[in-house]
C-alpha cells in the first residue's frame, strides 16, 4: 500500500527564496527529518503493472505519480522498468519528458528507440522520429529490429515524405528484414500514404511473403487514389487467390464503390459477396453498405440493409440519415423528412448522437424548410456540448438564413468560436442572399482585419454585395484585392465580377473581364449577353449567344432568359418567341415566370396589351403580381387607361399590403379623372397604416456616397447644386431650340417655385453634382430606387446633349444611358 501522504518529488520544488539580508536564515532541517521523506520501495512487478495500466489509460498522472514514488523511494529501476515509464508518457502524449527520461537512460535497446520513434510519429512529429532513427543508427551498439523499421516508416508516412521513406525502405533491404510480410506491409502503407501507387504495386507483386494485411493495404491504396474500378479488380483477385475477406476489406471497398456511378452491377455483386462470408448483419460492413446505396439513390436498399443490422449504432444511424439529406432538391418532402424520424427513434434507444448525426439532420431540414424542427435540434446540440462545432454552426448558419432569420444566423455565427472560412462564408452569403449587403462586406473587412484568408466562393459573394449595392468604389476596391490575391483567376470571380460591373453599369469593364476569363462556362456567356441586353445592346446580345452556340456551350435557362432580356427591351417580337419556342421545343426547358414576364413585356413593348393579357392567363400563372406590373407598365406608356385600371384593380386584391399597388391605381384614377376613386384608394392606403416609399437617388463622388432623397431640402448640399442644376437647365435652355424649362413649364421666376418643381427629382440633384465634380471625360453614374417620371428623362436628355456628357441612370426597370440628346431605352421604360 502507498503511504497516504505524499510530496513533489525534489525536481518539482519551489524554487528557494533567500531570506531578506538582515533577518537570520531559517535554520537547517535536521538531517533525521530527511530520512523520514523516504518511501518504502515497491515491488517490480507492482511498478510494472502500474506502468502498463497508465500506458493503455494514456494516463499522464498515473505515470507522472508512479515516476514520484520511485525517486521518493530512492529505487532504480532496470531497463525494463524504465522502457515501461518511457511508453507511459509516450502513450499519454508528454514527449518533452519522455526524451528527458531516455537521454537519462544509463543504458538503451532497441525497445527504448522503437518507443522513442513511435511516440514521435504518434503525436505528429515525423521529422523527429526520422531524426531519432538516425540517432538509433548511430548508437553502434543497439541494431535496429522489424518493429523499428515499422515505426519509422509509419513516420515517413504520416510526414508524406517519400524520400525519406525510400531510404529506410534501402536500410531495410540492406538489413534483411525487408523480406518478412511485417515490414513489407509497413514499406506498402508508407509508398500509399506517399501517393506513390507504382511503387506500392511492383512492391506487392515481388513480394516473398503477403498476407491478409498485405491484400487489404493493396486494396486501400487503391481506394486512397481515388481508382475505385482498379479497387474491384483487386478485391476479384483476392477472391480468387483464396484470401479470406474480412470487415476491413470489404468496408473500404464498398466506400470506394459509393463513389461509382452507373455501377448498380458492381454494388449488387459486392453486396451478394458481403452476405456470401457472412458480414450482412457486421455494423461496421452495414454502415458501409448503407452509405454505398445512398450516396447513388438506392434509397429503398440502404432503408432494408438498414432494418436488417440488429446492433445499431449511432455510426449506421448517421449513414442513414445522411442518405436522406442528399436527396438534395428532390421534390418530395415527405421522404426527406424521414430522417428526422429516425433522429427522433435513435434517442428513444437513448444512442447518443454525434456531430455528424447533428450535421446531417440539420441539412434535411435545410432542405424541407423545417425551422421549428431545426430549433428543437438545435437545442439538443446545445445540450450535448456541440455548439461549438464549426461544421454544426455553419449548417445552423444555413437553416437561420433560409428561413430569412438573418439575427439568428448572426448568433450562431458569433457563438463559433473556430471559424473556418466556409463559416466566413456561408454568413456573408446569407447577407447577400436577403438584402443585407452593407453588412456583407463588413463581415468581409473584419475577416480581413483578422488577417484570415478568404476562397474563391467568399470573393464570389462579398462581389455579389457590392453589385447589390451599386457603388462603384466599393466595386473597383473588390477588384483590386481580387486581382491581388489572384482570386480574379477563378471562373466564378470572373462571373461575379461581370455581375458587378453590370449592375453599377460599366459595360466596358465588364466585357473587358468577360474576354480574360481563361476557361469560360455557361453563366460566364450568359452574365455577358444579360450585360449588353440591360444596356440597350441587343444587337451584341444577340450576336453573343449565337456565337455560344456555335461554340456548343451547354445552354441553360438563364441563358435564354437574358436573351429574351434583350428582345423585350427593344420590341423584338419575331426574334423573342423564335427563342422561347426554341426553348421549349428544342431544350425543354420549362418557362418560369421570368420568361414569362419577359414575353408579357415584348408584347406590351409593340402595343399588343390583349395578347399579352391572354399570354398571362394561357400560362397557368394568372395569380402572379410580376406579370401583371409588366403589363401596367406596358398600359401606362401606351396610354391604355381602361385596362389599366382594371389590372391596378387586380393588383389591389393580389398583393393588398403593397404600398406600390395603392400608389399606382391612385396615380391611374387621377389619369382616368376618376377623383373620387383615387381618393378612395389613399383613404385605404391611410387606413392601413402603408406610406409611399421615398425615393431615394445615390451616387459616389470622390470617395464619398452622396443621397439625395425626393422632396427632401435638409441636405448641406443642396443650395449650391439646386445653384448649378439651374444653371445648367438655363445653358440647355440657350443651346436647344425646344428648351428644357418647357418640360415642366418652369420660369425660375422664384427660388421657392424652383425648389419645389426641382428638388423632386432626386436623380437631377445627382447630376448636376456628378457633373460638377467628376472630370469631364468621366461619365455619370446614380442609382434611383424608383422608376423615373417622364419629365426627368427628357431632361436627362437634353443634359446629355448639352453638356456633351454620357449620363447613366439605374433605376429598379433598367439602366439609362443618355448621350447625344437621346436613351438607350428609346423612350421605353
Known sequence: MLPQRQSWPPDHRLPHHPAHPNQNPPPARPRRARHRLRLPSLEPSVYAGFLRYAS???????????????????????????????????????????????????????????????????????????????DARRDGAVAA?????????????????????????GLAVVSGLARTAFVSNSVIDMYAKCGMIDEVRLLFDRAEERDEISWNLLLSAYVRMGWPEVAVNVLVWMHRSGVKLDAFALARILKACSELEDSEDVRMMLHGCVV???????????????????KNGGLEEAIKVFDCIPDQNVVIYNAMIAGFARLGNDPCPETRIEAVRLYANLLQRRIRPSK????????????????????QIHAHVILSGFEDDEVIGNALIKLYAKA???????????????????????????????????KAVELFRELRYLEKEPDRFTMSSVMNACAALSVPIKCEQIHCYAVKSGFDQFTICGNSQIEMYRRIGDLKAAKKTFEKISCLDTFSWSQMILSYAVHGYETEALFLFKKMEDCGVMINEFAFLAVLV?????????EGFRYYESMVSDYGFVPDVKHIACMVELLGHVGKMADAEDFIMRSGLENDTVLWHALLRACRIHGDKDRGIKIGEKLMMLEPYAASSYVMLYNLYMDAGKISLAMRTRGQMRERGMTKEAGISWAEFGGSI???LDGDNSCSQKAETFTRLEELLVRVKQKTEHGGMNVWGLGFQARKAGENSISKHGELLAVALGLSTLPNTA????????????????TLKLLSEGENREIIIKDPARFHHFSQGSCSCRDYW
Open 706 to 708: 452622396h443621397q439625395f
Open 779 to 794: 461619365p455619370v453614374r446614380v442609382m434611383k430606387n424608383q422608376n423615373m417620371s417622364w419629365e426627368s428623362h427628357e
Open 145 to 169: 529490429d522489424r518493429f523499428t523499421y515499422a515505426t519509422v516508416l509509419a513516420a515517413c508516412g504520416g510526414a508524406r515524405d517519400g524520400r525519406s521513406g525510400q531510404t529506410a525502405h
Open 276 to 294: 456470401k462470408v457472412g458480414l450482412d448483419l457486421d455494423v461496421f460492413v452495414g454502415s458501409a453498405m448503407v452509405d454505398m446505396y445512398a
Open 566 to 574: 434583350a428582345c423585350s427591351h427593344q420590341g423584338l417580337v419575331d
Open 356 to 375: 455528424f448525426t447533428f450535421k446531417s439532420v440539420l441539412e434535411v431540414c435545410n432542405l424541407t424548410n423545417a425551422v421549428q424542427c431545426g430549433r
Open 404 to 438: 430569412r432569420l438573418v439575427d439568428d444566423s448572426l448568433r450562431c455565427f458569433h457563438r463559433t468560436p473556430k471559424r473556418e472560412i466556409f463559416t466566413w462564408a456561408s454568413m456573408i452569403t446569407a447577407f447577400v442572399h436577403y438584402e443585407h449587403s452593407d
Open 56 to 134: 493503455r489509460g494514456r494516463s499522464l498522472s498515473l505515470a507522472r505519480l508512479a515516476h514520484s514514488h520511485m525517486i521518493r523511494a530512492g529505487y532504480r529501476p532496470g531497463l525494463f522498468l524504465r522502457n515501461n515509464l518511457l511508453a507511459a508518457y509516450c502513450r499519454a502524449g508528454d514527449m518533452r519528458h519522455a526524451r528527458l527520461l531516455f537521454d537519462g537512460m544509463p543504458r538503451r535497446d532497441a525497445v527504448s528507440w522503437n518507443t522513442l520513434i513511435a511516440g514521435y510519429s504518434a503525436q505528429g512529429s515525423p521529422r523527429l522520429a526520422l531524426s531519432a532513427f538516425r
